[in-house]
């Protein structure tokens, strides 16, 4: 085998297990390589799922017409392959990237999606590089056999991501004289969610603080040196967790133990917090959030619904500007707090002249949902079986109410009653926007008869005899 056929099979493996890795950590995702393999080589371009049409003339301006891109600071004979000199990247919107000079290739840049519920791009990005070392090592070694090995070692590499994330970040905050060991950490908050006390899962918040910081700290109580549970026995810090599940205060450990319960955390002291809340959590450092867990893995989501669809459809709808915000506002905390307690719920927004009337609970009065309190009796109405009929004015004038029409082609049976329910109400009346919150969190925006917020659905990777191609060829053909 050639060394062309060689590095076109290490691409393959290491795109394969980047882009199947960032799709487990955040949405199905794609990834793509930009590299030249000398300092004097062709750059060349690796899409095999056109991630990165639509950007050809940021790319052109970068990598065609300026050359700046070959300079570096040593030779390129020199530099170990181990080694990784990172170097800038296009700048592209909706595209996280990240580029270096290596020894065994000299020019790479690793390109994926940057979607848009992410709690922070830093994990996205620690994958990128490392999938840039990958690849770099996996194309030295010459070895097929360890190709697969390659590609495998990026599909799993989530909690080393946030580490690493999380490790550059603390360094940079109180530098790398540090005790607190973060994959100990990691590993343990993965294990308490998963434990259940009581058939509950836990709730509450777990911070870990560098020991020479513990000092800093007013504890509210603080147990005996010798009774402390070590963070690796996690039924007992479960159990912890009860006592500050609704009080807003936190157990404290140094990383290797509960030291006690705390009401403040000092700030600087890059303290690493863990907020447990039922069947997901948060992790932040200090005050960035950095990712979200559940199920025993981390993840990049920041779990909010996406309801960019339904702010376009208001702007469209002619209101004012405050009434959108009131309006999107009021529908945003319905959606959240439906999805939270993961009941369900539909909400019809009225926007015809004349109040559409259909089967349901109608009010005498309609309740204005700008007001908290009204708010929060209309949360509670969404646990109630049928649909919420909210005017364009932010008013509540029904609830329980049941959507009918006739048969739409749109229609999925795999969304169960409510989501069809929905495409045939809207598909036969106009200035009628319907949100549905699934059970299972998935949230729908539609409107005549279409699910405007549909995610469209990748295309397929190609297989292996997939190739790269110069990049000049490549620009040719946009």
């Known amino acids: ?212 910081a513990l000092r800093h700290i007013h504890f509210l109580a603080r147990l005996e040196h010798s009774e402390r549970p070590a963070i690796h026995s996690h039924k007992h810090v479960r159990k912890l967790l009860q006592s500050v599940e609704t009080s807003g205060h936190f157990l404290v450990s140094d990383g290797e133990s509960i030291v006690g319960i705390a009401e403040h955390c000092p700030k600087g002291a890059a303290s690493l917090r863990a907020e447990f809340c039922g069947t997901h959590g948060f992790l932040w450092l200090e005050d960035q959030l950095l990712c979200s867990f559940s199920d025993g893995s981390f993840h990049s989501s920041t779990r909010k619904a996406n309801l960019v669809s339904l702010e376009e459809l208001l702007i469209e709808a002619g209101l004012d500007s405050e009434e959108q915000h009131d309006l999107f506002s009021s529908v945003s905390q319905i959606v959240e707090s439906t999805r939270e307690r993961r009941h369900g719920c539909t909400l019809v927004l009225d ?14 009065e309609p309740l204005l949902l700008s007001n908290p309190k009204l708010l929060q009796v209309a949360r509670n109405l969404a646990e109630v079986d049928g649909a919420l009929h909210i005017r364009k004015d932010n008013t509540l004038h029904g609830f329980g109410c049941l959507l009918d029409g006739a048969a739409v082609p749109a229609e999925n049976r795999s969304r169960g009653a409510r989501y069809n329910s929905a495409l045939r109400f809207t598909a036969a009346r106009p200035n009628i926007i319907v949100v549905v919150v699934s059970c299972d969190r998935p949230v729908s925006i539609i409107f005549g008869g279409v699910e405007m917020s549909a995610a469209c659905p990748l295309p397929p990777s190609h297989s292996r005899s997939s190739t790269p191609h110069r990049m000049e060829d490549w620009l040719k053909h946009s």
């Open 351 to 364: 926007f015809q002249e004349e109040c559409v009337s259909f089967a349901g609970q109608r009010l005498e």
């Open 1 to 212: 085998m050639n060394a062309s056929s060689f590095f076109n099979l290490c691409a393959y493996h290491v795109q394969e297990g980047l882009r199947d890795g960032l799709s487990h950590f955040s949405q199905p995702s794609r990834a793509a390589l930009i590299y030249a393999e000398t300092p004097t080589s062709d750059i060349c371009i690796y899409d095999p799922q056109d991630l990165l049409r639509g950007h050809e003339p940021i790319l052109e301006k970068f990598f065609i017409e300026s050359q700046e891109w070959r300079t570096c600071s040593f030779v390129h004979s020199t530099l170990p392959s181990f080694d990784m000199r990172p170097c800038d990247s296009p700048s592209m919107t909706g595209i996280i990237s990240y580029s270096a000079h290596c020894g065994s290739v000299f020019h790479q840049t690793w390109c994926t999606e940057q979607h848009p519920d992410l709690c922070s791009l830093s994990p996205t990005e620690h994958w990128l590089e490392h999938a840039a070392w990958v690849m770099s090592q996996a194309y030295e070694g010459k070895n097929t056999l360890l190709l697969d090995l390659a590609g495998t070692l990026l599909q799993g590499w989530s909690t080393h991501a946030v580490r690493n994330a999380i490790v550059d970040a603390r360094t940079e905050l109180i530098g790398m004289d540090t005790q607190l060991r973060i994959f100990p950490v990691l590993d343990a908050i993965l294990a308490i969610s998963k434990t259940l006390e009581e058939g509950e899962k836990p709730r509450g918040i777990l911070c870990f603080i560098e020991p020479s």
